[in-house]
């Protein structure tokens, strides 16, 4: 049983930084990528940054200069810096991880259960 388990929201005031942290745990092969996504209440989940394995990151226009995703050094957990943040911001975030239960398979998604940021003052 894969699991993500996102942890580092709350609330913070506009210009503020937050680190958010996801953990994959469990039986799994490799993970191919993995990220962040946000969801603001009405609007679609959108993707805000994503970190392919061994490969360069990329981030939505809204976060560019502002936002770093990075994965510690087994690859498992994946880190989000949010710098100069915005009331545009808020919104609960997701993980994402994209990866292989075995070497036979192609990657599935998988979902952490979200956590919210809120950026107010």
């Known amino acids: 049983q894969v699991q993500l388990v996102e942890s580092g929201g709350g609330l913070v005031q506009p210009g503020g930084s937050l680190r958010l942290s996801c953990a994959a745990s469990g039986s799994f092969f490799s993970i191919n990528a993995m990220g962040w996504y946000r969801q603001a209440p009405g609007k679609q989940r959108e993707l805000v940054a994503v970190?392919?394995?061994?490969?360069?990151?990329t981030y939505s226009d809204s976060v560019k200069g502002r936002f770093t995703i990075s994965r510690d050094n087994a690859k498992t957990t994946v880190y989000l810096q949010m710098n100069s943040l915005k009331s545009e911001d808020t919104a609960v975030y997701y993980c994402?991880?994209?990866?292989?239960?075995?070497?036979?398979?192609?990657?599935?998604?998988?979902w952490g259960q979200g956590t919210q940021v809120t950026v107010s003052s």
């Open positions: 994402n991880a994209n990866l292989r239960r075995s070497s036979y398979e192609a990657g599935y998604d998988y």
């Open positions: 970190l392919p394995g061994g490969g360069s990151p």
